[in-house]
């Protein structure tokens, strides 16, 4: 590793805050941005980072051909570099500055056909005793029951009571914030029985769906690869986060604000839901 990557990856420092993979890709971005003003400009200190210095970096990302979202996330890397080195006005506040695209997001269509298929097919190979497909079964039914993210899906388990009133703590959320979700319906209270079914099936200590055999970063990409390898991408309208953007909207149907929408998903009450249910 090159001195200034060393150098960028300890200003920035472990973030703890943040959850274990954005961690992780936070981290990967750093040292690629302490690689390239390394290799193209020989800088030996990351204290003397220039307003040129990055933008020769954004360049190279646009030359490479990488999505306006891409971009912004090694945006957000370079960011917190200068914040840790008390620079922050060398970098533009806005992405537009550097010709970033801003990335809009529409809720997306889901083909419920598609994932009935995938389901069906992850049934038979847990009928067959694959602790995988077991895993990914239950939790697929928190994402539908609760809109739960992906990894919050795999690592989501306990149940707490308070006035009476079940509650699932979700754990691996954003920003590594725990949120409690009520169990208030029928479809939420049987995916959580099967949440412990199934880890009871694994023989886990730790009340987990994911098998023993397995890190949670192996569950995750176990996860993402075989629902992938069975049609389920958003070119299909059958990918998980599309689980989600339908849970918002049935929330919606129900009555419930935009507000309680965004609480429920485990996003800031101020941002608005249109992502996932329109204008």
């Known amino acids: 590793m090159k001195g200034l990557q060393r150098q960028a990856l300890k200003r920035i420092g472990k973030n703890w805050s943040k959850a274990s993979l954005t961690r992780a890709k936070l981290r990967a971005n750093v040292a690629e941005f302490g690689g390239y003003v390394t290799d193209q400009f020989g800088l030996q200190k990351i204290e003397n980072l220039k307003p040129g210095h990055i933008q020769s970096y954004v360049e190279s990302l646009h030359m490479r051909g990488l999505a306006p979202s891409t971009i912004a996330n090694k945006m957000t890397a370079v960011r917190e570099i200068v914040a ?4 922050k006005n060398i970098v ?3 992405n537009v500055a550097y010709g970033i695209e801003r990335v809009r997001i529409n809720p997306q269509s889901v083909d419920q056909a598609k994932l009935e298929e995938i389901r069906a097919v992850l049934q038979s190979r847990a009928d ?8 990914m079964i239950a939790a697929d039914s928190l994402r539908t029951s609760f809109g739960l993210r992906a990894k919050e899906s795999l690592m989501s388990k306990d149940i707490i009571e308070k006035n009476g009133i079940m509650y699932l703590v979700v754990e691996g959320s954003k920003g590594g914030r725990p949120r409690e979700l009520a169990v208030n319906n029928e479809a939420k209270l049987k995916a959580v029985q099967l949440v412990k079914e199934t880890s009871k099936s694994h023989g886990s200590g730790t009340g987990r769906i994911i098998p023993p055999n397995m890190t949670l970063k192996q569950a995750y990409n176990k996860q993402r690869n075989e629902w992938r390898a069975l049609g389920g991408t958003r070119k299909n309208r059958g990918n998980m986060h599309g689980e989600r953007h339908v849970h918002a909207r049935e929330m919606c149907i129900r009555g419930a604000s935009k507000a309680e929408i965004m609480c429920e998903l485990g996003h800031g009450q101020d941002r608005s839901p249109s992502a996932y249910i329109g204008k």
Request: positive net charge; proline residues 0%; charged residues 40%.
């Open 92 to 94: 533009a506040r806005e």
């Open 128 to 135: 067959r005793g694959e602790l995988a497909a077991k895993m």
């Open 84 to 87: 840790s080195i008390g620079k």
